[in-house]
T-cell receptor, first 110, second 115 residues
Framework: GEDVEQSLFLSVREGDSSVINCTYT??????LYWYKQEPGAGLQLLTY?????DMKQDQRLTVLLNKKDKHLSLRIADTQTGDSAIYFC??????????FGQGTELSVKP | DTEVTQTPKHLVMGMTNKKSLKCEQH?????MYWYKQKAKKPPELMFV???????INESVPSRFSPECPNSSLLNLHLHALQPEDSALYLC??????????????FGPGTRLLVL
């Protein structure tokens, strides 16, 4: 079945770039997602990438997909304190079930 | 509009109480989901409704009882819960279920505390 892995913590200084990495096992997922969860809140769909794309850019966010290595990354440019949150990457298995990574807690220091 | 709403925001209940969580979406989505999330962990799928019929029950204890009165509403009825059921309960919706290209949109959640 699908397995998704992420590193648990990342700490950056305000204004730096953040890169959150994710690896997955099932290459059949049509879309790969990044969700953001701020403390005490629900999951916010941040961005997603179609599996036949290598890169997607949306303002400060850049998603890179390396299908050969089954590696997904989310880059946040000019990271702000408001970007402090847990970031989950997720794929979809063949049964349509959303499979989450463990989440990366991003801490942004002023 | 990609909004899923949930009520209440917070709920405290005793182990003998009966309460309900409510979820609503007006995006015309035909699949709705309940997830349970413990602190700093990923959400765990509990139930999936597709076209108002229960399609997936992830072996959830019977003290949780889902209901889908219509295509816009999803309820979760709670009875005789245990303290370990304290968690954030998230509702989500998508156009359809069991499709790999269906994006799920989440509500803000109900934070449940069982005493």
């Amino acid at each position: 079945g699908e397995d998704v892995e992420q590193s648990l913590f990342l700490s950056v200084r305000e204004g730096d770039s953040s890169v959150i990495n994710c690896t997955y096992t099932d290459s059949s997922s049509t879309y790969l997602y990044w969700y953001k969860q701020e403390p005490g809140a629900g999951l916010q769909l941040l961005t997603y990438i179609f599996s036949n794309m290598d890169m997607k850019q949306d303002q400060r966010l850049t998603v890179l997909l390396n299908k050969k290595d089954k590696h997904l990354s989310l880059r946040i440019a000019d990271t702000q304190t408001g970007d402090s949150a847990i970031y989950f990457c997720a794929g979809v298995n063949q049964g349509g079930k959303l499979i989450f990574g463990q989440g990366t807690e991003l801490s942004v220091k002023p | 509009d990609t909004e899923v709403t949930q009520t209440p925001k917070h709920l405290v209940m005793g182990m003998t109480n009966k309460k309900s969580l409510k979820c609503e979406q007006h995006m015309g989505h035909r699949a709705m989901y309940w997830y349970k999330q413990k602190a700093k962990k990923p959400p765990e799928l509990m139930f999936v409704y597709s076209y108002e019929k229960l399609s997936i029950n992830e072996s959830v204890p019977s003290r949780f009882s889902p209901e889908c009165p219509n295509s816009s509403l999803l309820n979760l009825h709670l009875h005789a819960l245990q303290p370990e059921d304290s968690a954030l309960y998230l509702c989500a919706s998508s156009q359809r279920s069991k499709e790999q290209r269906e994006t799920q949109y989440f509500g803000p959640g109900t934070r449940l505390l069982v005493l």
